[in-house]
């Protein structure tokens, strides 16, 4: 009996490997709606790192990687639940490097993802509500958690000695989570948080929201917005009523129309957006120039989430998901031989030899705790009325 | 001084923008309750003829701009205001001629012509979508203050600032000079009493040889002309978007039904308390309090009746206790 079962395990493993001359990939990212502008880039970034894959030619002993992209819009759960379903069972993706927003993410991964027992890795979705969603050990993400974030932010202020703010975000998870992060790590450490209030993108006035901002007061505003909506407006507005002159910018606020809209009017506010001073990131956005815009945000979390997925099955030599994803978290971390975007082959070739190595990739990624990014980030301060990076955390 | 203080703080935060919106406000419920009470129906398209003014007015501005033409320390925009005017009179009086003329002609009840309105206000939102796009636009130059908030502090040598924006002195001034117009208008001239008349008694009217449809094209005409100004001071002061346009005809319609529907005087002080009534209630008084009161007494909280996003439920809350205790509004205008 024990005999006969090997036997047709066996055989079952020659039948699936002669059919799977390809392995599929999932691109499920928000292709529609308010992320729109943000994926072209991101998928690209991804496609580059399969193409890279499939020119090397050593992937699984000469499979080809085919990636298969899917619209898991931004905030509609039902339609990217929809895509996902499709992906998996229509097209057998065998990972799905996905989504973009945080919460149609929590969806996917929850009716999709683990019920099918498929691998997930999202370059973007930062809420640190799916640090705790339950996973079964397939979901990680090469983007920081928010809760990261949030520590990041409250040592920046303390560190120069700002030691009570008012909080004002955007009426949505990412605002609400990074607002709470924030708030919890800020007065661990001994600051105090006058308000913590929301608001919504979109109005034409903020003035009534300043008020009361300015009522609680503080000796800075922390504006957990985005920069071409709402952010920007209560910005105007604080200063306009001389409420506040000195702002603190998370991640959706530090761009450039925020400097050339405000310039040397909020000189000495500070903030910080995830990046770090890798060579892999310098190295990354050479590859990717001539290909699609690399210096767009989370492009290198894209890439380094596609190249994990096919690291892992790579190391696991199986494209089974509940498989290869004990082997993401090795692939990903030290010990082992260092890879840089580009060394895609290089990293193959030495799994295929029984070897271990540590994808350093784009964004030097480094994943902690249940697979997520540790994160590092980059301090901007406004000099002259422009970003300046003055130091990486 | 701490007495001081504590006006200042309220005018910055409260009376000053307060009294900018509420002009706003007055300016824009006037058309509303001037077609009520002449042409006898509620016109939803009205938050989307302003959208429509101020589309042409910026268009004009913009224009005017390339050209090199500016008011000096004035914003642009109120060069271009006349021609926005025009552009707007000529829509919506040949929407008169296109939708609203037919169902005069044939009598129809006021529901009818509130529901084609209703279809009016769906085409200008995509006309103005269309020429100008969904985006917000910032059409303000000039001079920004009058006073800002760190000259103040330094001219009184007080702790809090006091900042007064252009457009909110352009605001005001300009909605006194069209309200003393529109009033002289109506009380002073032949035309402005027939169309009292005929609000008041179609058929007296129309008896007594007051032609009607000179009328109904007077009052389009102020309409339009209201509806521009009270659009391209919202947008000066705040800025231009169609949607907040369309979300500001709650408002405009709470002022008018507050003040009395077909009273123009209803209007004014029905936009006046409903900007004051949204700013006070969502107002975090701590600060205020905080000067006023002595130390054992401060408040430790924020003394805020309402969180700020639930401003729209104060226009709401206000119309239906109105409605419900004095269906007819504070001036006595004609009940819903």
């Known amino acids: 009996m024990k005999k006969f079962l090997t036997a047709t395990a066996a055989v079952a493993l020659m039948a699936s490997g002669a059919a799977a001359e390809e392995v599929k990939i999932g691109i499920l990212q928000g292709f529609t709606g308010p992320t729109e502008s943000l994926v072209g880039p991101m998928a690209s970034a991804m496609e580059m790192a399969i193409e890279e894959v499939n020119a090397s030619g050593k992937f699984m002993n000469g499979m080809t990687v085919v990636p298969v992209r899917g619209d898991s819009t931004c905030i509609d759960a039902s339609a990217g639940t929809a895509a996902a379903e499709r992906a998996i069972t229509a097209d057998g993706v065998k990972g799905i490097v996905g989504g973009t927003c945080s919460g149609v993410t929590g969806a996917i991964l929850a009716n999709v993802a683990v019920p099918n027992g498929i691998v997930m890795i999202s370059p973007s979705a930062t809420s640190p509500a799916l640090t705790t969603a339950e996973d079964n050990g397939l979901f990680f993400r090469t983007a920081p958690s928010d809760a990261r974030q949030g520590e990041v932010m409250a040592n920046i202020l303390l560190d120069d000695g700002v030691k009570s703010v008012a909080v004002t975000y955007t009426n949505n998870d990412y605002g609400k989570g990074l607002a709470d992060a924030f708030a919890a790590a800020y007065t661990d450490k001994g600051g105090e948080v006058t308000i913590s209030a929301a608001h919504e993108d979109g109005k034409a006035d903020y003035s009534a929201e300043v008020a009361s901002l300015a009522a609680a007061g503080g000796e800075v505003l922390v504006v957990a917005g985005y920069l071409d909506q709402g952010g920007a407006g209560i910005i105007r507005s604080a200063l306009d009523t001389g409420a506040f002159d000195r702002f603190h910018l998370p991640d959706g606020m530090v761009g450039q129309s925020l400097s050339d809209a405000f310039g040397t009017e909020i000189e000495g506010s500070k903030g910080q957006a995830p990046g770090s001073n890798s060579d892999g990131t310098k190295i990354f956005q050479d590859m990717g120039a001539d290909k699609f815009d690399s210096q767009s945000p989370y492009t290198a979390e894209g890439y380094d989430a596609a190249a994990l997925i096919m690291l892992a099955m790579q190391a696991a030599g199986s494209t089974d998901p509940n498989v290869y994803k004990d082997k993401v978290e090795m692939v990903a971390n030290a010990p082992g031989e260092k890879i840089n975007p580009g060394e895609l082959g290089k990293a193959l070739e030495i799994l295929a030899n029984g070897g271990d190595v540590d994808l350093v990739g784009a964004t030097g990624v480094e994943l902690i705790g249940p697979g997520e990014a540790a994160g590092s980030y980059r301090v901007v301060e406004i000099k002259d009325g422009k970003f300046v990076t003055v130091e990486y955390r | ?336």
């Open chain 2, 1 to 336: 001084m701490d007495i001081l203080n504590a006006i200042v703080a309220l005018s910055n935060f409260v009376l000053i923008p307060a009294i900018a919106y509420g002009s706003q406000l007055a300016l824009g419920a006037l058309g509303v309750t001037l077609i009520y009470g002449i042409l006898r129906f509620s016109n939803f398209a009205h938050g989307d003829t302003m959208a429509f003014g101020t589309m042409a007015t910026i268009l004009f501005t913009w224009a005017l701009q390339s050209a090199g033409v500016s008011f000096g320390p004035l914003p642009t925009a109120l060069l271009a205001l006349p021609f926005g005017i025009a552009a707007c009179v000529l829509a919506v009086l040949a929407t008169d001629r296109v939708v609203y003329k037919f169902y005069r002609e044939v009598k129809a009840k006021p529901i009818i012509l509130v529901m084609a309105s209703l279809g009016v206000m769906f085409i200008f939102n995509g006309i103005v979508r269309f020429i100008i796009g969904p985006d917000e636009q910032r059409f303000a130059d000039g001079e920004r203050f009058i006073i800002t908030a760190r000259e103040f502090r330094e001219m009184t040598g007080l702790q809090e600032g006091l900042a007064l924006k252009s457009t909110q002195g352009i605001t005001v001034v300009t909605a006194v000079i069209v309200v003393a117009l529109l009033f002289w208008f109506l009380n002073r001239t032949r035309t402005g009493k027939s169309m009292r008349a005929y609000s008041d008694n179609e058929d007296l009217a129309l008896l007594s040889g007051i032609n009607p449809e000179r009328v109904v094209l007077v009052t389009w005409l102020i309409v339009a002309a209201l509806a521009t100004i009270a659009g391209v001071l919202y947008g000066l002061d705040k800025s231009f978007k169609p949607f907040t346009y369309f979300q500001l005809l709650l408002p405009i319609f709470a002022s008018a039904i507050v003040g009395g529907l077909g009273s123009p005087l209803g209007a004014i002080a029905g936009g006046f308390v409903i900007a004051f009534s949204e700013v006070f209630v969502t107002y975090a008084w701590k600060k205020v309090l905080g000067y006023m009161l002595p130390e054992s007494l401060e408040p430790s909280g924020l003394v805020q009746l309402l969180s700020t996003d639930y401003k729209f439920a104060v226009s709401f809350a206000i119309l239906l206790i109105v409605l419900l205790f004095k269906p007819t509004g504070l001036f006595k205008g004609k009940a819903v």
